[in-house]
């Protein structure tokens, strides 16, 4: 099931303030990607602006810089093209976003339902005995400000 991150609603930043703090977007996608090899799916983030770092994604993570749209508006097109939006799960805290993408047919997580997903499948991957590619979500929930 592919993932489409609106990322910086999902960091808490503007693209401006983003492109002087690269770390977070880093930090971000470090995250993923260790959810990525945990076996959580296709994951694709857009972020708002243009690629100022070149810096390479972590394995298994794609990213679209939007400039000169907004990440908003660079998702619901791109739902617009696609075949089977249905398919698509956005994850965003950004209500009016998740509206629209559910107009455009799309699934739509928060943040909180997101981590959720991603605390039941590490149980699940830990039960099958790949320590090693653990996900460590309370970290991951603490460093975001995620309450449980």
Same mark, same amino acid.
């Given at each position: 099931? !592919?993932?489409?991150?609106? &990322?910086?609603?999902? #960091? ?44 390479? !994604? !972590?394995? &298994?993570?794609? *990213? ?10 660079? *998702? #619901? ?11 698509? #799960? ?54 975001? &400000?995620?309450?449980?």
């Amino acid at each position: 099931m !592919p993932y489409w991150f609106d &990322g910086n609603n999902l #960091i808490g930043q503007s693209a401006a303030l983003s492109s002087s703090r690269p770390h977070l977007r880093q930090k971000f996608l470090s995250t993923l990607g260790a959810y990525y090899r945990a076996g959580g799916g296709r994951f694709l983030v857009y972020f708002d602006g243009d690629d100022t770092t070149k810096t390479m !994604p !972590p394995a &298994g993570i794609r *990213i679209r810089y939007s400039a000169p749209l907004s990440a908003d508006e660079a *998702i #619901i097109r791109r739902l617009r093209e696609i075949r089977h939006p249905q398919e698509v #799960i956005v994850v965003s805290n950004d209500r009016e976003l998740q509206n629209r993408c559910r107009n455009s047919q799309a699934k739509v997580l928060d943040w909180h339902q997101f981590t959720s997903r991603m605390r039941s499948r590490n149980v699940r991957q830990s039960r099958q005995g790949d320590p090693e590619e653990a996900v460590d979500v309370e970290d991951w929930m603490r460093y975001f &400000g995620v309450e449980e």
